[in-house]
């Protein structure tokens, strides 16, 4: 078998469109892992400052039943109302 210029040429030609398909893949696949990572990292950062409204609005209202009153109430009801909305969003 002889081999000339033009047979080394489609080979090389064929093995880097290979390369770049498998790049390509390769590239998808991290960005959906990456992706994957992100959404478990939000949920947490999402469920830990639920908490922390919570234990926020305990505190108001702690500070309410003390006597404190004015810009407490507020606080309470502005949080208690992003709470509420905040609530009927998710299950959209």
Do not use: F, W
């Amino acid at each position: 078998m002889y081999v000339d210029a033009e047979t080394v040429i489609q080979a090389a030609a064929l093995v880097t469109a290979l390369g770049v398909l498998v790049g390509a893949i390769l590239s998808v696949y991290k960005i959906v892992e990456r992706d994957k990572r992100q959404s478990v990292q939000i949920k947490s950062i999402q469920t830990e400052q639920t908490l922390l409204c919570y234990s926020i609005l305990a505190c108001l209202k702690g500070l309410q039943e003390q006597g404190c009153d004015g810009p407490v109430s507020d606080a309470i009801d502005r949080l208690e109302k992003h709470l509420n909305k905040k609530a009927h969003q998710a299950g959209d």
